[in-house]
């Protein structure tokens, strides 16, 4: 059974840096290309990061390039999104899924809070 | 960035009737490998979303029936044939072709 966990999120000050990470197992994480997907309170939903199995390539949604940083160990079977200059917008909760084109699975989500 | 616009974003419906959510795109799904990566997800209160069609047409695993997806280009949806009760909670529409990835405003299905 795939298995995907969320860590990291909590209270942060606007400016601030936060890094998620999203543990893998019941699959071989390094075949699959990975997301990060957004929610935040009582909205839909919004896609922001995405990484290629072999972490060769990734990809942002405009509104967080040159801000956050995905990456991913695949020998610890570990996505991350490093969040730094942190907004009030960016709360929300963060999910991580399988795949980028067709999130399969997804985690329970950590949740991020942006306030002073 | 390509627009995913769902209709309605309301749906009462009565148990055991069907239901129709319609998914429009502002430019068309079909990516250069021939395949139009369009997905569905239904997302319970509380719960993260699960995806229950992708590309178009395709049912992930568990997934009833009763749920079916169509549609070509920039025209897609998503239909219930016999409402039940657990299928209330919020149905989102997502391509996966054109970056960044997108998706529709949700459409909130509750019984009548």
């Known amino acids: 059974e795939v298995q995907l966990l969320e860590s990291g999120g909590g209270l942060v000050q606007p400016g601030g840096s936060l890094t998620l990470s999203c543990a893998g197992a019941?699959?071989?994480?390094?075949?699959?290309?990975m997301s990060w997907v957004r929610q935040a309170p009582g909205k839909g939903l919004e896609w922001v990061s995405g990484?290629?199995?072999?972490?060769?390539?990734?990809y942002y949604t405009d509104s967080v390039k040159g801000r956050f940083t995905i990456s991913r160990d695949n020998s610890k079977n570990t996505l991350y999104l490093q969040m730094n200059s942190l907004r009030v917008d960016d709360t929300a909760i963060y999910y991580c899924?399988?795949?980028?084109?067709?999130?399969?699975?997804w985690g329970p989500g950590t949740l991020v809070t942006v306030s002073s | 960035d390509v627009v995913m616009a769902q209709s309605p974003l309301s749906l009462p419906v009565t148990l055991g009737q069907p239901a129709s959510i319609s998914c429009r795109s502002s430019?068309?799904?079909?990516?250069?490998?021939?395949?139009?990566?369009l997905n569905w997800f239904h997302q319970r209160p509380g719960q993260s979303p699960r995806r229950l069609i992708y590309?178009?047409?395709n049912r992930d695993s568990g997934v009833p029936d009763r749920f079916s997806g169509s549609g070509s280009g920039t025209d897609f949806t998503l239909k219930i044939s016999r409402v039940e009760a657990e299928d209330v909670g919020v149905y989102y529409c997502?391509?996966?072709?054109?970056?960044?990835?997108?998706f529709g405003q949700g459409t909130k299905v509750e019984i009548k």
């Open positions: 430019q068309s799904l079909v990516y250069s490998d021939g395949n139009t990566y």
């Open positions: 019941g699959f071989t994480f390094s075949s699959y290309d």
């Open positions: 899924a399988k795949a980028i084109r067709t999130p399969a699975n």
């Open positions: 990484i290629r199995a072999g972490a060769t390539t990734t």
């Open positions: 590309m178009v047409s």
């Open positions: 997502m391509q996966g072709t054109h970056w960044p990835l997108t």
